[in-house]
């Protein structure tokens, strides 16, 4: 059961996302924080999510949001395109803010949006939540201890069906494409497990095929990785596949660690690891979503001054690299869509 917190963080909400009940109001809810304000290009769509989801108040606009002294936090599950200039302007305003994935569509994008958060002292999460679940943890656990010999090489590729034709995960103008939805957890899972393979990972090649009638936007990214050690990694996703596949693997000289669904723990919370000669043993470490995690590690910064893993700075790395696969693979990189381009909210 959750720990209800002592003082509640005071939440907006910029629009009403598909992904904020999952992602924000059930952990919100658990843990005993506040939705004080919503706002949403369409009103009505704005009312009808405060009086689902128990939301205080419904504001006008995202800047009426921003203004309100009752807001400490605000929460940006807005298009893709819209991230980085909400995300600055939510800094400049001296909230808090918890950033949907990913928080910029490019690297100069994320370095703004840092230096936003600096200049303001606000905290920062980017809202990668599989990093604070158990599983993760426990992953990084075993690796700490060796359990499979000297790791070689860290597999994420991620598969999903393809959304509707009309979703706006297929909209260029909105950054959609398969490496804004779904290989940026590919990519950060890579990031995160550097620190057993000597450190951030080294793109090494890329190949990319856009959605058919889409051009410029990515239905699948795949991409190889060198680490400092010598160990290799590959990663990226297919966002039109027959399967549907999270998992992380990591393969080492004396066995692996299978997560099935790293990026998605709430649905599978099992841990396989397989050592040569040995049973295969499994473990569960919980099916309490990570977003509920998440919400309770950015609470804890807000109030207690607690490091952040996906932070400001790690941000500007996941775009990086991500940057760099979209130039390996020879197309170019989402478009930063123009401040007037419209929320899905």
């Not at 504001?59 to 400490?72: F, K, N, T």
């Not at 160990?231 to 000289?253: I, P």
Request: glycine share 8%.
């Amino acid at each position: 059961m959750s720990k209800v917190v002592a003082q509640p963080l005071r939440i907006g909400v910029l629009g009403a996302a598909r992904i904020a009940p999952l992602s924000l109001v059930e952990p919100a809810a658990a843990t005993g924080h506040r939705l004080v304000a919503v706002a949403a290009r369409d009103v009505a769509r704005a009312r009808a999510f405060a009086d689902e989801h128990g939301v205080e108040r419904v504001l006008e606009s995202y800047a009426a949001v921003l203004a309100d002294p009752d807001v400490e936090v605000v929460y940006n599950p807005l298009p893709n395109s819209l991230h980085a200039e909400w995300n600055v302007r939510a800094a400049e305003a001296g909230k808090h803010v918890l950033a949907e994935k990913p928080s910029a569509l490019d690297a100069d994008e994320a370095r703004r949006v840092r230096d936003a958060v600096a200049a303001s002292g606000v905290v920062f999460m980017e809202a990668f939540h599989f990093p604070y679940h158990p599983l993760m943890r426990r992953l990084c656990a075993l690796l700490d201890q060796s359990a499979v010999g000297e790791v070689r090489h860290v597999q994420a590729i991620l598969r999903m069906p393809a959304p509707p034709d009309g979703d706006p995960r297929w909209s260029r103008e909105l950054g959609g494409g398969a490496t804004t939805d779904l290989g940026c957890y590919s990519i950060a899972a890579l990031r995160l497990l550097g620190r057993f393979v000597g450190g951030e990972p080294r793109l090494v090649g890329a190949r990319r095929e856009d959605r058919a009638g889409r051009p410029g936007v990515d239905e699948r990214l795949f991409l190889e990785v060198a680490y400092p050690s010598g160990a290799t990694g590959s990663g990226g996703s297919d966002m039109d596949s027959a399967e549907r596949d999270m998992a992380l693997t990591v393969t080492g000289d004396a066995g692996e660690i299978v997560v099935p669904m790293f990026a998605v723990p709430h649905e599978d919370d099992s841990l396989v690891v397989r050592r040569h000669g040995e049973p295969e043993v499994v473990e569960h470490l919980g099916t309490r979503t990570s977003y509920t995690y998440q919400l309770e590690a950015f609470a804890s910064a807000v109030r207690n001054g607690r490091a952040v893993t996906t932070d400001a700075d790690w941000a500007v790395g996941n775009a990086q690299l991500i940057d760099a696969a979209f130039v390996a693979a020879s197309t170019p990189a989402a478009t930063t869509a123009s401040a007037s381009a419209p929320a899905k909210g």
